[in-house]
């Protein structure tokens, strides 16, 4: 509970007898240090109005803190616990009931603060790493909505600080079980849905990018100089301005990846049953298609909530959890970031082969490093015994 204030928000006469500034005043009557970060403020501009917010409640802090510690030496673990006493202390209203702060409201209590130790720190004042370990610089990459033009740094509180109840990000659901990917890559499917899990299972493209692919892009036996690519091996164009028949949505950079001997077999022998199967009614520019249904879909550009069906029929198969495409994106990213099952790469190779604009965004791909290592570790025991057994 917020006790009453042993410190609160005052106004002061200024020596030159006319201006007033408002100061943080002990219940000893004594200004405190604070003052000056309220002096500060005004000095850079801050209306009186915010000033008049963050002192008062600069002032409670420093109330509350005084009952167990110095506000110097305090660490984020203080904080929070501020945080929390802020969260449990009801408001009492003007109509006399009471109610709790919403986890916004709380939030904005924790920015004065935030001000504050910054202050106090560029003064010398405190004694931990509390003011840095408040913020975090978060880079929002020039190009992007976030970044504009120039592109931009955030701060962002740190996780302890943030009100109960703010949404955290989910960290990416991918594949952590050695064997079920194991079971997953050996799974006997059509030619056209194993094309279609190898190809986002080992390059990571998205669903929508998937759909959206044309055959035109797929430079399977290299580019030519007619079709403007040079790349003697095989890749293909990951494209965002193919004209589809699917609504599909190809959201991420365009971009070239290569594929290896196993992608390209496994694209021959479906197009050999593609043909087998269409035959002259094969007129879609679409690389998936519709071809094992019996309506008039048949032949025309494979739709997302076919891709769903395939994985959820593919989830049962492996006995895993496939919440759906996304996953195998997530799985090779986790992957190359990790090392598990190849070498691990840089972040920036990463953010290159997924599209993504911000490295940011690649950075998600750091979590979960418990199940991470316990995964890598299973998949080297795996490949331990099949060696032992050949
Ligand atoms: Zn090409």
Redesign the pocket.
Known sequence: MIPDPKYSLSKALMPDGVTERFVIVGDDDRVHISSSWLLFMADTGRSPNTIRNYGARVAWYLSWTALTTDWRAVTLSHLALWRRAVEISPVRKTNGQSSMRTAKTVGLWMVPLRSFYEWADAEGLVTTDVASRMTQMKYFAPGTAAGGEHGRRLRVLTEVLRPAGTPVEAPPEWIDDAEARQRLETLTLPTRDRFLIDLMYRTGIRAGEALSLFTADL?FGG?SRT?G?R?ADP?F?VRVDNTVENNARAKGQPR?LFVDEDLVEGYIDYLLERGRILGSNDKSAHVFVNMYSHDESRGRAMSYSGVKKLIARCAKRIDFDLTGPHMLRHTLATRLVRGIGCEAQDLDVVQAILGHASIDSTRIYTHDLESAKKAALKSLATRTITLAHE
Do not use: Q
């Open positions: 430079h580019g079709l690519c790349h890749h164009h070239l």
